[in-house]
Protein backbone atom coordinates (compact mmCIF):
# COMPACT_ATOMS: atom_id res chain seq x y z
CA UNK A 1 0.00 0.00 0.00
CA UNK A 2 1.19 3.31 -1.14
CA UNK A 3 2.18 5.84 2.16
CA UNK A 4 0.09 8.02 3.23
CA UNK A 5 0.83 11.76 1.61
CA UNK A 6 1.29 14.51 3.97
CA UNK A 7 0.75 17.77 3.99
CA UNK A 8 1.87 21.08 6.22
CA UNK A 9 -0.51 23.63 5.99
CA UNK A 10 1.49 27.07 7.59
CA UNK A 11 -1.50 29.04 10.11
CA UNK A 12 -3.57 25.81 9.86
CA UNK A 13 -5.33 26.53 12.48
CA UNK A 14 -7.34 29.86 11.57
CA UNK A 15 -9.92 30.76 9.18
CA UNK A 16 -8.88 29.48 5.57
CA UNK A 17 -5.96 27.54 7.23
CA UNK A 18 -8.31 25.37 9.14
CA UNK A 19 -10.86 25.01 6.02
CA UNK A 20 -7.55 23.82 4.00
CA UNK A 21 -6.66 21.64 6.62
CA UNK A 22 -9.74 19.59 7.13
CA UNK A 23 -10.31 19.50 3.51
CA UNK A 24 -6.70 17.91 3.37
CA UNK A 25 -7.15 15.58 5.88
CA UNK A 26 -10.44 14.47 4.76
CA UNK A 27 -8.80 13.90 1.38
CA UNK A 28 -6.69 11.04 3.01
CA UNK A 29 -3.65 12.66 3.87
CA UNK A 30 -1.66 13.42 7.06
CA UNK A 31 -1.74 17.28 8.07
CA UNK A 32 0.79 18.95 10.40
CA UNK A 33 -0.27 22.94 11.00
CA UNK A 34 1.49 25.32 12.43
CA UNK A 35 0.84 28.11 14.41
CA UNK A 36 2.12 30.97 16.07
CA UNK A 37 4.27 30.55 19.02
CA UNK A 38 1.82 33.28 20.74
CA UNK A 39 -0.95 30.75 20.02
CA UNK A 40 -2.88 29.46 23.54
CA UNK A 41 -5.73 27.66 22.10
CA UNK A 42 -3.42 24.77 20.57
CA UNK A 43 -4.92 22.20 23.28
CA UNK A 44 -8.36 23.76 22.50
CA UNK A 45 -8.33 23.33 18.82
CA UNK A 46 -6.66 19.82 18.75
CA UNK A 47 -9.50 18.56 21.10
CA UNK A 48 -12.23 20.20 19.30
CA UNK A 49 -10.67 18.52 16.02
CA UNK A 50 -10.16 15.19 17.79
CA UNK A 51 -13.80 14.92 18.68
CA UNK A 52 -14.94 16.19 14.94
CA UNK A 53 -12.99 12.93 13.93
CA UNK A 54 -9.52 14.09 12.58
CA UNK A 55 -6.59 14.10 13.94
CA UNK A 56 -3.73 16.72 13.45
CA UNK A 57 -0.21 16.99 14.73
CA UNK A 58 0.83 21.02 15.69
CA UNK A 59 3.92 22.65 15.85
CA UNK A 60 4.41 26.16 17.17
CA UNK A 61 7.01 28.83 14.53
CA UNK A 62 7.82 32.11 13.52
CA UNK A 63 7.50 31.97 9.63
CA UNK A 64 9.10 34.94 9.52
CA UNK A 65 12.34 33.54 10.99
CA UNK A 66 14.92 31.10 8.97
CA UNK A 67 16.06 29.78 12.06
CA UNK A 68 12.83 28.96 13.65
CA UNK A 69 11.22 27.11 10.22
CA UNK A 70 14.36 24.92 9.84
CA UNK A 71 13.74 23.62 14.06
CA UNK A 72 10.24 23.51 12.90
CA UNK A 73 10.84 21.49 9.80
CA UNK A 74 12.97 19.36 11.99
CA UNK A 75 10.34 17.95 14.36
CA UNK A 76 8.19 17.70 11.29
CA UNK A 77 9.82 15.20 9.46
CA UNK A 78 11.07 13.55 12.46
CA UNK A 79 7.19 12.88 13.29
CA UNK A 80 6.27 12.69 10.00
CA UNK A 81 8.90 11.17 7.43
CA UNK A 82 8.53 14.05 4.85
CA UNK A 83 6.12 16.23 3.60
CA UNK A 84 4.58 15.77 0.10
CA UNK A 85 1.73 19.31 0.26
CA UNK A 86 2.81 22.23 1.40
CA UNK A 87 0.54 24.99 1.63
CA UNK A 88 1.95 28.54 2.37
CA UNK A 89 -1.31 30.49 4.52
CA UNK A 90 0.27 31.82 7.06
CA UNK A 91 0.06 35.85 6.92
CA UNK A 92 -0.59 39.57 8.38
CA UNK A 93 -1.27 43.12 7.66
CA UNK A 94 -0.76 46.25 8.90
CA UNK A 95 -3.10 48.81 7.28
CA UNK A 96 -2.09 52.17 6.70
CA UNK A 97 -1.79 54.55 3.99
CA UNK A 98 1.41 55.09 2.54
CA UNK A 99 2.01 58.28 4.38
CA UNK A 100 1.57 57.15 7.59
CA UNK A 101 2.97 53.36 7.60
CA UNK A 102 5.43 52.88 9.28
CA UNK A 103 9.19 51.37 8.81
CA UNK A 104 7.98 48.20 10.90
CA UNK A 105 4.54 47.98 9.32
CA UNK A 106 6.37 47.61 6.03
CA UNK A 107 8.94 45.18 7.43
CA UNK A 108 6.44 42.72 9.74
CA UNK A 109 4.32 42.42 6.73
CA UNK A 110 7.40 41.85 4.40
CA UNK A 111 8.70 38.84 6.28
CA UNK A 112 5.82 37.33 7.54
CA UNK A 113 3.78 37.43 3.94
CA UNK A 114 6.65 37.19 1.43
CA UNK A 115 9.85 35.94 3.28
CA UNK A 116 8.30 33.14 4.49
CA UNK A 117 7.27 31.77 1.37
CA UNK A 118 11.48 31.20 0.90
CA UNK A 119 11.68 30.25 4.85
CA UNK A 120 9.49 27.37 5.00
CA UNK A 121 9.74 26.03 1.09
CA UNK A 122 13.26 25.83 1.77
CA UNK A 123 13.02 23.20 4.40
CA UNK A 124 11.18 20.52 2.10
CA UNK A 125 11.91 21.21 -1.67
CA UNK A 126 15.13 18.87 -1.56
CA UNK A 127 12.99 16.17 -0.32
CA UNK A 128 10.08 16.37 -3.08
CA UNK A 129 12.61 16.84 -6.00
CA UNK A 130 14.04 13.46 -4.22
CA UNK A 131 10.76 11.77 -4.01
CA UNK A 132 10.35 13.51 -7.54
CA UNK A 133 6.69 14.44 -6.15
CA UNK A 134 5.26 17.60 -4.55
CA UNK A 135 2.57 19.56 -4.40
CA UNK A 136 2.60 23.66 -2.98
CA UNK A 137 0.39 26.13 -3.04
CA UNK A 138 0.86 29.86 -2.06
CA UNK A 139 -1.85 31.81 -0.49
CA UNK A 140 -2.11 35.46 -2.29
CA UNK A 141 -4.47 37.83 -2.14
CA UNK A 142 -7.15 39.63 -4.69
CA UNK A 143 -5.62 42.95 -3.60
CA UNK A 144 -1.95 41.42 -4.95
CA UNK A 145 -3.33 41.87 -8.62
CA UNK A 146 -5.20 45.04 -7.68
CA UNK A 147 -3.99 46.91 -5.19
CA UNK A 148 -5.80 48.22 -2.13
CA UNK A 149 -6.28 50.85 -0.54
CA UNK A 150 -4.02 51.69 2.34
CA UNK A 151 -2.48 48.33 1.89
CA UNK A 152 0.91 48.94 0.47
CA UNK A 153 2.68 46.23 2.52
CA UNK A 154 0.08 43.39 2.03
CA UNK A 155 -0.63 44.50 -1.48
CA UNK A 156 3.54 44.14 -2.65
CA UNK A 157 4.29 41.07 -0.39
CA UNK A 158 1.19 39.10 -1.80
CA UNK A 159 2.42 40.22 -5.67
CA UNK A 160 5.90 39.04 -4.32
CA UNK A 161 4.45 36.06 -4.12
CA UNK A 162 3.27 35.14 -7.12
CA UNK A 163 6.80 35.94 -9.10
CA UNK A 164 7.88 33.04 -6.58
CA UNK A 165 5.50 30.88 -7.68
CA UNK A 166 6.13 31.20 -11.11
CA UNK A 167 9.69 30.90 -10.40
CA UNK A 168 9.90 27.82 -9.06
CA UNK A 169 7.19 26.55 -11.14
CA UNK A 170 9.78 26.56 -14.12
CA UNK A 171 12.49 25.63 -11.74
CA UNK A 172 10.66 21.98 -10.71
CA UNK A 173 8.23 21.28 -13.28
CA UNK A 174 10.68 18.20 -14.73
CA UNK A 175 10.54 16.92 -10.69
CA UNK A 176 6.78 16.09 -10.61
CA UNK A 177 6.18 19.16 -8.47
CA UNK A 178 3.49 21.63 -9.05
CA UNK A 179 3.53 25.06 -7.58
CA UNK A 180 0.66 27.91 -7.60
CA UNK A 181 -0.97 30.49 -5.94
CA UNK A 182 -4.36 30.84 -4.90
CA UNK A 183 -5.80 34.40 -4.49
CA UNK A 184 -8.76 34.92 -2.51
CA UNK A 185 -11.13 37.65 -2.23
CA UNK A 186 -13.22 38.16 0.50
CA UNK A 187 -13.95 35.51 2.65
CA UNK A 188 -16.53 34.67 5.52
CA UNK A 189 -13.39 34.26 8.35
CA UNK A 190 -13.60 36.04 11.58
CA UNK A 191 -11.36 38.92 10.82
CA UNK A 192 -13.95 39.73 7.87
CA UNK A 193 -17.14 39.44 10.03
CA UNK A 194 -15.60 41.65 12.48
CA UNK A 195 -16.14 44.42 10.36
CA UNK A 196 -19.58 46.15 11.14
CA UNK A 197 -22.40 45.17 8.96
CA UNK A 198 -22.97 48.42 7.70
CA UNK A 199 -19.71 48.92 6.22
CA UNK A 200 -19.78 45.14 5.08
CA UNK A 201 -22.97 46.06 3.41
CA UNK A 202 -21.85 49.63 1.59
CA UNK A 203 -18.53 49.32 1.34
CA UNK A 204 -17.21 45.67 0.57
CA UNK A 205 -20.41 43.68 -1.07
CA UNK A 206 -20.69 46.19 -3.78
CA UNK A 207 -17.23 45.20 -4.76
CA UNK A 208 -18.46 41.38 -5.20
CA UNK A 209 -20.55 40.67 -8.17
CA UNK A 210 -21.77 37.30 -7.25
CA UNK A 211 -23.07 39.47 -3.95
CA UNK A 212 -21.94 37.77 -0.79
CA UNK A 213 -18.63 36.71 1.03
CA UNK A 214 -17.21 33.40 -0.08
CA UNK A 215 -16.90 30.20 2.12
CA UNK A 216 -13.15 29.41 3.12
CA UNK A 217 -14.48 25.58 2.18
CA UNK A 218 -14.94 26.71 -1.17
CA UNK A 219 -11.05 28.15 -1.56
CA UNK A 220 -10.10 24.92 0.50
CA UNK A 221 -11.74 22.19 -1.84
CA UNK A 222 -9.96 23.87 -5.11
CA UNK A 223 -6.50 23.75 -2.82
CA UNK A 224 -7.60 19.83 -2.52
CA UNK A 225 -8.04 19.67 -5.89
CA UNK A 226 -4.45 21.15 -6.99
CA UNK A 227 -2.53 18.87 -4.30
CA UNK A 228 -4.60 16.14 -6.06
CA UNK A 229 -2.75 14.08 -8.71
CA UNK A 230 -5.77 15.04 -11.25
CA UNK A 231 -3.71 18.22 -11.04
CA UNK A 232 -0.75 17.51 -12.26
CA UNK A 233 -0.86 19.55 -15.18
CA UNK A 234 -1.39 22.86 -13.52
CA UNK A 235 1.43 24.91 -12.49
CA UNK A 236 2.50 28.34 -12.18
CA UNK A 237 -1.07 29.74 -11.72
CA UNK A 238 -2.25 32.28 -9.89
CA UNK A 239 -5.70 31.16 -9.44
CA UNK A 240 -8.51 33.98 -8.31
CA UNK A 241 -11.48 32.84 -6.44
CA UNK A 242 -13.08 36.32 -5.33
CA UNK A 243 -16.53 36.48 -6.85
CA UNK A 244 -15.83 37.93 -9.76
CA UNK A 245 -14.00 41.01 -7.71
CA UNK A 246 -11.20 41.04 -9.96
CA UNK A 247 -11.36 39.35 -13.64
CA UNK A 248 -7.89 38.51 -15.33
Known amino acids: MEAKRVAFVTGGMGGLGAAISRRLHD ?7 SHSERNDHVSTWLMHERDAGRAFKAYAVDVADFESCERCAQ ?16 GITRDAT ?3 MTKGDWDAVMRTDLDAM ?10 MVERRFGRIVNIGSVNGSRGAFGQANYASAKAGIHG ?3 TLALETAKRGITVNTVSPGYLATAMVE ?33 C ?3 AAFITG ?12
Open 118 to 127: FNVTKQFIAG
Open 237 to 248: ADLAINGGMHMS
Open 194 to 226: AVPQDVLEAKILPQIPVGRLGRPDEVAAFIAFL
Open 164 to 166: FTK
Open 27 to 33: AGMAVAV
Open 75 to 90: KVLADLGKVDVLINNA
Open 98 to 100: FLK
Open 228 to 230: SDD
